[in-house]
């Protein structure tokens, strides 16, 4: 067991082959299902992502709790974050896919996420190359490091995460209902 | 493949698992990671490839960059491997419960654009491009900036989900305005 916990190649496999499988069962490799969720047509995916999210959440404020976690919280600036996401999310809308989605897409069969990836290699290509141009300058506005919301907010940890919960189950009844109308 | 594919539209099957053990299976595999080494995260190592790639041409521009000079791009670590995983996790999955079928597009395609694989790969390479810049302007991906982000209770993990979710939303709207048949 030690063994496998200290070899970060065994650990990778082992994690990313759960995570793969666990995004095409999903059906979050799916590029009709995120599409659907993006056209607010079939909320299937969307409802796996709240799921996932708050089981994450929990799961990790306990890990905290004994001092069991790794963390790696970006220190991207609030600005690049919400242009980056949004460069994203128009290659999401365009085709359904995210970088890990399209690689699961990609070898189960799926050409044009194939191709997709392809493109990944020359938007990684794009981002280097930018990088002094474009990405240092974005970065330095809105730029306050690490930060999280229980220390942003001034309240406690579990205090942040009941209230995002209990957002989720707002949202989760809200997309019930929608279900059942068409 | 079977069928012949001017039969119909093929309507938009049910996923394998519904959704809130996707979900919670999902929600697990990330604590697992968070515990065990790092959250997940998938877009970096398309940089790394791409630096491997660079050092062979102009080893001088990837030392005097900022990014890729750095050792975590020198080197295929956890984040590799991970990835790796990711595409025999997801190839196995679709082999065992028998969904893994050669496709060119997808139904929401078919539906507006009809079977023109041509044009979809045109749009997913372009697609592709703008999926992966965006993730490092970002920081990361669906996976290492909102997935992980939220999770960690990130502060900006908030507006990358705003952008990709408005982006996304906005587009999609612009390229499927047609709904093809969905299995409920």
Redesign the interface.
């Known amino acids: 067991m030690n063994m496998i ?1 200290e070899n ?26 995120i ?2 969720t ?5 909320l ?1 995916a969307m ?11 929990i ?2 404020m ?2 905290e709790r004994y001092g ?38 990609a ?7 194939l ?14 190359r ?3 141009g ?3 300058p ?1 970065d330095k506005i809105w730029d ?1 490091g ?5 220390e ?1 907010l001034g309240i406690q ?1 579990s205090v ?2 009941a209230i ?1 919960v209990v957002l989720a189950i707002i949202c989760l009844i809200m997309t019930r209902c929608k ?1 059942k109308a ?1 | 493949m079977e069928e012949k594919k001017d039969a119909g539209m093929q309507p ?6 519904p ?25 970096t190592q ?2 790394i ?3 491997k790639i ?1 050092q062979h041409f102009d080893a001088e521009y990837v030392a005097e ?4 000079s750095k050792d975590k791009y020198q080197s295929l ?18 082999l065992v ?1 028998g ?11 078919d539906a507006n654009h009809g079977k023109s ?1 041509v044009l ?2 045109i ?23 909102m ?11 908030l ?18 305005p047609k ?2 048949e ?1 299995e ?1």
């Open positions: 916990l970060p190649i065994i650990l990778g496999l082992i994690i990313g082959a759960l995570f793969g499988a666990a995004l095409f069962l999903s059906g979050l490799a799916n590029p009709d299902k599409i659907g993006l056209r607010l047509k079939d299937h409802r796996v992502i709240i799921v996932f999210l708050v089981i994450g959440m799961g990790v306990l890990l069991l976690e790794h963390l790696g919280i970006k220190s991207t600036g609030l600005l690049s974050a919400l242009v980056g996401g949004a460069f994203l999310g128009v290659g999401f809308g365009l085709t359904g896919y995210c970088p890990g989605t399209g690689l699961a897409c070898i189960t069969g799926r050409i044009d996420a191709i997709t990836v392809l493109g990944m290699f020359v938007g990684a290509y794009v981002y280097i930018l990088y002094h474009l990405v240092v974005l306050y690490k930060i999280r919301w229980p942003t940890h942040t995460i995002l279900k068409e | 938009v099957a049910k996923a394998s698992l959704w809130w053990l996707g979900g919670l299976l999902l929600g697990l595999i990330m604590v697992l990671a968070v515990w065990a080494y790092d959250p997940l995260g998938v877009s398309f940089v490839l791409d630096t660079i960059h900022p990014v890729i670590g956890y984040g590799f491997w991970l990835d790796i995983g990711l595409l025999g996790g997801a190839l196995i999955a679709a419960v969904r893994w079928k050669l496709q060119t597009t997808c139904s929401w395609w694989p979809r790969f749009t997913g390479f372009i697609g592709g491009i703008l999926i992966l810049f965006g993730s490092r302007v970002a920081g990361g991906c669906t996976s290492g900036m997935a992980s982000g939220w999770v960690q209770l990130a502060v900006n993990a507006p990358f989900t705003i952008g990709l979710f408005i982006a996304g939303i906005f587009v999609a709207r612009l390229v499927y709904s093809p969905i409920k």
